[in-house]
Every structure is written in structure tokens, then in C-alpha cells.
């Protein structure tokens, strides 16, 4: 075979060729078995071989496909709509745009947020605020929003200045406060930056309810989100949630922002809409966001060849009904604080694992130079090791990164929300083994 497969990210590295998946175990052409401990990209959410998600998908392949969204809507489109309002809506209603990917529903989140304010005669309201450590996309629109320093750099020229706030980080929190006597302190800076820029030119404020990629599930504390959405109302600037990530159950809530008494004005929905099973993604406006916009132009800026495709929608109209069958959302809630236990378990083994954090199925692990706190530096490459050394193992864990994006070393663990306890087990003790070898190793 010609090698010409230019998709892999890190063109050095040897990838197995995966041959089928089913549940949480993936495996490939030699014959090797993969539990699946990051469903991917934090994405299948279901697992892998699904048969009600296959069956929806060829039952929807027999009607029809693909049609252009300005020329047909689909009943798979407007019952995922409705599906999704009910759903995530409670007293709010949402409507919803379809994408087909995260970056794509970041990125038209925040097009909306600046048409709302256009339709509103407010022509100047268009910057976004974004924390210093977050991942909204890699698309260059999303990336301007992204404080994520490795996927950022080569492009700064092309991008916006948009992360101006730091994010919630507890465990290494730049003031040395704890909470609760810190009063949100990082919060505030929301409020000075908002201050600092003015807020007639503030469209929005985007975040991760948990922050994924760029910080290994930081978990803001108690309070947070309702101070920041208490912000964002005081200066007349909206708030988008960045659900792409923490949405649909992952976090052990229907929503990620469901563990804070806040509502967003908008939120991005990607990666278990679709579980892995097809791309598809969402952008969810709230009725107040979209009047504006219905009565001036009444047409949203923003929209793909392959948006709201039937098929696509047809998959994540079957993937919410298992969800709710399954009742995959607590059960994200029971099984994630076992994963929870045992991780806190590892961390009195290991003295190079510094911090372990996250909600539900969706677990960090940070980890410092061994009896410090002090960061892994950068040259030890570590996240690297453990997701290698992990691999080997059997086991797939998602790379992440503590600090800026770049330094520190963390991953994230994410299995299925189908995961058995049996299989819990299994997970953790393959990690442990991996852990093992490595410390075998050290100094690096
Ligand atoms: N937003 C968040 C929170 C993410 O974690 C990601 C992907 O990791 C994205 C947006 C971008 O999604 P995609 O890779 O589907 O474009």
C-alpha cells in the first residue's frame, strides 16, 4: 500500500489499523484487545456496535440521506430538535442548529452571539471572552476562542485574542486561596476583563462547564458558574456553553452546567450526540437569543453543505433514545464515583500522581514530578509515556495537558456510561500495571 494517509496527528508515531469494536473493547488486525478507557475522544459514549444505533442508521439510509437543508427539512431533523428541547430545555426553550462537529458548533455559537447583538443595533458587541485554559475547536474561529497554547501557536496571526480570563484551578490556584474563603476570585477576573475591554464590545463569554483537552477535567467549584452567569447578566454579555465535551450524560448530568444552578443563552453540543456512530453536532440557542434574530433578518449566518443531514440526525435521534432507556445519565453518576474511588486509590501508590478531578465518566488524572507538586516538565514529554505505555497495555486513555496546554503532563479517563463494574475493574488495573512499568523508568 502507498502510504498517502495524511490524517494521522502525529505523523512519526506507529498507529495499529483497528479491525472492529464492540462494547468497550476495541480490537485490531493482529489480533490485539483495547479497553476502550477515553471512548475515542471522549465521543462513544454508547460504545462501540451499538445494534439499536446501527439499525437506526440503515433504517434511515433506506428513506433517504442527504437532503439540502434550504431546500427540505427531515422528521429525523425536527424530532432531534424537539428531543433535544425537551431534554436540556426545562424552562428555557432551545432551538437547534446542526453541524458536524464541535469546532463547527463553538464557531457558530459564537457567530450567533455577534448576530444577536447586530440584530439588536449593537454593531460593536464582537469579541469573545474565553478562559486561558480551554479548547473550543480547531477551526480558526474556534481557536481564537481556544486558550490552548500547542494548538494555538502556529497560527496567531490568523487568530483573536479572545481567552483573557484564567480558569477555575484549584489545585494549583495562582491567588493560594481555597475555596470557599477565595469568593471565586478567578471568577471576578471575568468581571475586570469585561471592564478592561468595555462591554460594548463583548458579545460573549464561552466555557467548558468542565474543562476537557486543555486541563484534564478542571472542575470548578461550588458557585462558580452562577457568579460568572451573574457577570455575564450585569454587563449585558452572553454566556455560551461549551457542552461538546461534558454534554449528554458524560458528567453524570444531562449537561455538564447542570451541576451549578446556572443556564446558558447558548450552548455546543458535539462528539455523544452523534456517540462516534456518525459526525454530527448542535448548536442550541435559547428563544430570547433567537427572537432578535427571527424578527430582523431572520436568517442565521452560519451553516454547512452536510448540516442537518438525515442521517446523521436519524443516529443521534436513536442515541438520545438509548441514553434514556438505558438511563445512561445516572448511571454515568453511580459508576463514575467508583472510577472515582479506585483512581483515588492509584494516588496512594504513585507519588507522581498529583491531582485527580472530573465529575461522573469523565475523570482527570494531573501528575507532578514524583513526592512534588511541581509540573512534569515539558522536555519528559510525559502524557506522552503514560498514553503510550497505556496503549501497550491494552488500554486507551485520552491525552490532556495541565498548565497552558503544553506544560504539565494529565489525561483523562472516559469509558463508555455503558461500562459494567466488572469492567471498571478491568480498566483500572490495566492502568495500575501501565503505572507500574512506568515508574520503572524514572528518573525520566
Ligand atoms: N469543544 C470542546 C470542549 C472539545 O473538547 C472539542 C474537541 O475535543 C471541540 C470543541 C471541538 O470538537 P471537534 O473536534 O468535533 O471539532
Not at 488486525?29 to 442508521?57: F, W
Request: hydrophobic share 40%; net charge neutral; glycine share 8%.
Amino acid at each position: 500500500m502507498v502510504p498517502t494517509y495524511l490524517i494521522k496527528p502525529h505523523l512519526q508515531r506507529h498507529y495499529p489499523t483497528v479491525q472492529y469494536a464492540k462494547g468497550i473493547y476495541v480490537y485490531d488486525t493482529n489480533g490485539k484487545k483495547y479497553v476502550d478507557g477515553c471512548s475515542g475522544a471522549v465521543t462513544a459514549n454508547l460504545g462501540h456496535g451499538v445494534p439499536e444505533i446501527i439499525e437506526a442508521m440503515k433504517e434511515q439510509a433506506n428513506k433517504v440521506s442527504f437532503v439540502y437543508r434550504s431546500q427540505f427539512t427531515s422528521e429525523a431533523a425536527e424530532k432531534l430538535a424537539e428531543t433535544l428541547n425537551e431534554r436540556i430545555g426545562g424552562e428555557t426553550r432551545y432551538w437547534t442548529f446542526l453541524v458536524n462537529s464541535g469546532s463547527e458548533a463553538t464557531e457558530t455559537a459564537m457567530k450567533i452571539a455577534i448576530q444577536y447583538w447586530q440584530e439588536k443595533g449593537k454593531k460593536g458587541k464582537n469579541k469573545i471572552l474565553s478562559r486561558w485554559l480551554s479548547y473550543h475547536g480547531i477551526t480558526l474561529g474556534a481557536l481564537s476562542m481556544s486558550g490552548h497554547t500547542a494548538r494555538r501557536e502556529r497560527f496567531v496571526p490568523l487568530l483573536e485574542d479572545f481567552p483573557n480570563v484564567p480558569p477555575p484551578y484549584c489545585y494549583r490556584c495562582p491567588y493560594q486561596l481555597t475555596w470557599p474563603s477565595c469568593q471565586w476570585r478567578c471568577a471576578d477576573e471575568l468581571e475586570e476583563a469585561i471592564i478592561r475591554i468595555g462591554a460594548e464590545h463583548i458579545a460573549a463569554f464561552i466555557a467548558e462547564p468542565i474543562i476537557g483537552a486543555a486541563g484534564a477535567a478542571l472542575t470548578p467549584p461550588e458557585g462558580y458558574y452562577e457568579h460568572i452567569q451573574a457577570i455575564c447578566r450585569r454587563h449585558e454579555i452572553l454566556f455560551i456553553a461549551d457542552e461538546v465535551m461534558t454534554g449528554l450524560g458524560r458528567t453524570g448530568k444531562m449537561m455538564g452546567l447542570d451541576h451549578w444552578q446556572a443556564k446558558a443563552d447558548i450552548i455546543a453540543l458535539g462528539k455523544g450526540l452523534g456517540a462516534g456512530y456518525t459526525p454530527i453536532a448542535a448548536t442550541l440557542v435559547s428563544e430570547h437569543v433567537i427572537e432578535p434574530i427571527r424578527n430582523g433578518s431572520g436568517v442565521v449566518m452560519s451553516g454547512h453543505t452536510l448540516s442537518a443531514n438525515p442521517l446523521s440526525a436519524a443516529v443521534a435521534l436513536a442515541v438520545l433514545q438509548y441514553i434514556d432507556q438505558h438511563r445512561l445519565v445516572q448511571k454515568a453518576e453511580e459508576i463514575g464515583s467508583d472510577l472515582f474511588t479506585k483512581l483515588c486509590r492509584l494516588q496512594q501508590k504513585f507519588s507522581w500522581i498529583g491531582d485527580i478531578r472530573g465529575k461522573g465518566l469523565m475523570l482527570g488524572i494531573e501528575f507532578t514530578v514524583p513526592d512534588t507538586k511541581t509540573m512534569m516538565p515539558n522536555k519528559w514529554a510525559f502524557t506522552d509515556i503514560v498514553v503510550t505505555k497505556a496503549q501497550e497495555n491494552g488500554l486507551l486513555v485520552y491525552p490532556s495537558a495541565a498548565g497552558n496546554g503544553k506544560d504539565g503532563a494529565a489525561i483523562i479517563i472516559a469509558p463508555p456510561l455503558t461500562i459494567e463494574r466488572a469492567q471498571l475493574d478491568e480498566l483500572v488495573s490495566l492502568l495500575e500495571e501501565a503505572f507500574h512499568h512506568i515508574e520503572k523508568h524514572f528518573p525520566m
